[in-house]
C-alpha cells in the first residue's frame, strides 16, 4: 500500500504581491517560480494571475494521485460487479427480499378486506342486506385506497422503505 504525503501550503494575496509559506519545498510552487524567471510575462499580468498559475501547478500535480485512487476504485469496482462476494450476494438478496416483504405487506389488508366481503355489494344474501348498501361500498373503496398509502407513510416514518 502507497502512502501519500501531504504538505500544508499557506497563500497570501495581496493587490500587487503573492506569498507563499511552507514547511517542505512544493514543487508546484518551484514550477511556477522558475515559469516567472523564464518568462516576465507571468509577473506582469498581476498577481491573481500568478495565483492562479500557482493554483494551476498545485492541481496539475494532484492527477498522479486522483488517477491512482480512481484506478483503485475501478478494481473494487469490478471486484464487486463482476466476481461478487458471499456477502455481496447476501446483501443484494436482502434489499430484494425487503423489496417484497413491503410489496406483500401493502397489499395483505387489502386481499383480506376483498376476500371477506367478496365484493358482492350489489347481490345481497339472507341477512348481509346491511352490509351490501351503497355506503359500505364507498367504505370499503376508501379503505381500499388509503390503508396502503397510509400504511407506505407509517413505513417511511419508521424508516422501513
Not at 514550477?31 to 507571468?42: F, L, V
Request: with cysteine.
Amino acid at each position: 500500500m502507497e502512502y501519500t504525503e501531504v504538505d500544508e501550503l499557506d497563500i497570501f494575496l495581496g493587490k500587487n504581491y503573492v506569498v507563499t509559506h511552507h514547511d517542505h519545498s512544493v514543487s508546484a510552487v518551484d514550477e511556477t517560480w522558475e515559469a516567472c524567471h523564464r518568462d516576465e510575462r507571468n509577473l506582469q499580468a498581476g498577481a491573481d494571475h500568478l495565483l492562479y498559475k500557482l493554483t494551476d501547478n498545485l492541481v496539475a500535480g494532484y492527477m498522479p494521485a486522483v488517477e491512482k485512487i480512481d484506478n483503485a476504485i475501478d478494481q473494487i469496482e469490478d471486484q464487486i460487479f463482476d466476481r461478487p462476494s458471499p456477502k455481496t450476494i447476501n446483501n443484494r438478496m436482502n434489499e430484494v427480499m425487503k423489496t417484497l416483504t413491503i410489496i406483500t405487506t401493502l397489499f395483505m389488508p387489502l386481499t383480506f378486506v376483498t376476500g371477506f366481503f367478496g365484493m358482492n355489494f350489489f347481490e345481497p344474501l339472507g341477512l348481509l342486506k346491511g352490509w351490501t348498501t351503497t355506503q359500505v361500498f364507498y367504505v370499503v373503496l376508501a379503505i381500499n385506497v388509503l390503508l396502503p398509502i397510509v400504511m407506505y407513510i407509517w413505513m417511511r416514518r419508521r424508516t422501513w422503505v
